[in-house]
């Protein structure tokens, strides 16, 4: 397994978890070496295969992406495939959201929703789930009629925000006819 390292402008690809120190060793605080040293081992020998953000001070952090890849070419040229496969499988999805298929829907929405805390006079945005099945003509109908059952409820402030319908806080499943 290799690695990919950035640092906001800076990039390196290495092959061992002590090139990754020579790369960074200019770029962070000598204090900080030796605890990085053992996040980076242990993170090159984990199972994990998502990016990592690492602390390097109070304000910085820099990615480590673990890759089969061999060089860097390869692991760039690898992404930009992978990248463009997903935005078409994606167009595809959504090229679908307009077309009539009238039925039952299942919903899932996670939108931010405005909690008011009356003894402080402050609000906040809390990740709030919502999941229903409605009848509805198209995706697109039934994402509408969500967003305006949500919007007609008394105990939703208005100041709350929903997602849109190509993002990955909006869920459906086409459920049949009946």
Known sequence: MNLYLRYFDEEAFVYSVEEAMAFL???VDP???ESLHAELEKF???SAMFPKHIKVNQRSFFIAIKTTAATMEEFKAKGAT???AEKAVQK???AQY???NPGWYEAKIVFKRVVSHPE???SQYVDTPFVCKLKAESVQDCYD???EHLRNRQDIDSRSQYPSIKSPNFEFSYLGEE
């Open 25 to 27: 060793a200019p770029l």
């Open 31 to 33: 204090e900080v070496h």
């Open 44 to 46: 090159m020998s984990s």
């Open 82 to 84: 992978q990248n463009k």
């Open 92 to 94: 595809e999805v959504q």
């Open 98 to 100: 307009g077309k009539p």
């Open 120 to 122: 402080t006079q402050k």
């Open 145 to 147: 009629k969500v967003l």
